[in-house]
């Protein structure tokens, strides 16, 4: 079945940017989604389809989808932006849906 | 306003059963996919069953399959996951999300606050 690999974690300082990458064979040939889930809470849609931002996300996130790799960039971080990640997909050859086994982004 | 509210969970025995609801409000409802996803405690995210808006087509993760039922009742906005045979490794916290497409399963824009399935004797 199809694999998707994230780091289990990321820390980068307040104000500058965090890249967390989501790794999968062609993954760009598919669409992928960016889920944000703090503590004790449901997870939030951040991105969709590769790149787009639903209402009420900040600027500050971003996505990109190319060969290997999809990534979700998070500018000028905020002490509030510390969460785990999740990217996710629906693999049409084995009609499932895929989620990475997620990353923890610490704000240092 | 989407609203999605999750019910029926709770402790119950191995081998046992258990109904989980999703209500639905402030879209649609039939005009959607949705989908159960669960979290073990501590752990990632796992996708469970999704079905298209009409209820026609469904889909299972592997570890659910032929153990889990998802299903929906779009006269009422609720979606549904019949669970048996429950296993120790079942135990989660249960998520209804709802798709961004009609028949297709993509990703999923809303989610419920989720509810809480202990199975263990």
């Known amino acids: 079945s199809y694999l998707l690999t994230q780091p289990s974690s990321v820390s980068v300082a307040p104000g500058m940017t965090a890249t967390i990458t989501c790794g999968g064979n062609?993954?760009?040939?598919?669409?992928v989604h960016w889920y944000q889930q703090k503590p004790g809470q449901a997870p939030v849609l951040v991105i969709y389809f590769d790149t787009d931002r639903p209402s009420g996300i900040p600027e500050r996130f971003s996505g990109s989808n190319s060969g290997n790799t999809a990534t979700l960039t998070v500018s000028r971080v905020e002490a509030g932006d510390e969460a785990d990640y999740f990217c996710?997909?629906?693999?049409?050859?084995?009609?499932?849906?895929?989620f990475g086994g997620g990353t923890k982004l610490t704000v240092l | 306003e989407v609203h999605l509210v999750e019910s029926g969970g709770g402790l119950v025995q191995p081998g046992g059963s258990l109904r989980l609801s999703c209500a639905a409000s402030?879209?649609?409802?039939?005009?959607?996919?949705m989908t159960w996803v669960r979290q073990a405690p501590g752990k990632g995210l796992e996708w469970v069953a999704a079905l298209s808006g009409s209820g026609n087509t469904t889909f299972y993760a592997d570890s659910v399959k032929g153990r889990f039922t998802i299903s929906r009742d779009n006269s009422k906005n609720t979606l549904f996951l019949q669970m048996s045979s429950l296993r120790a490794e079942d135990t989660a916290m249960y998520y209804c999300?709802?798709?961004?497409?009609?028949?297709?399963?993509?990703?999923?824009?809303?989610w419920g606050p989720g509810t809480v399935v202990t199975v263990s004797s």
């Open positions: 996710q997909l629906w693999d049409s050859s084995s009609f499932h849906v895929v």
């Open positions: 402030g879209f649609t409802f039939s005009n959607y996919a």
């Open positions: 062609n993954i760009g040939s598919k669409s």
């Open positions: 999300a709802k798709d961004l497409a009609n028949v297709v399963v993509t990703g999923f824009d809303y």
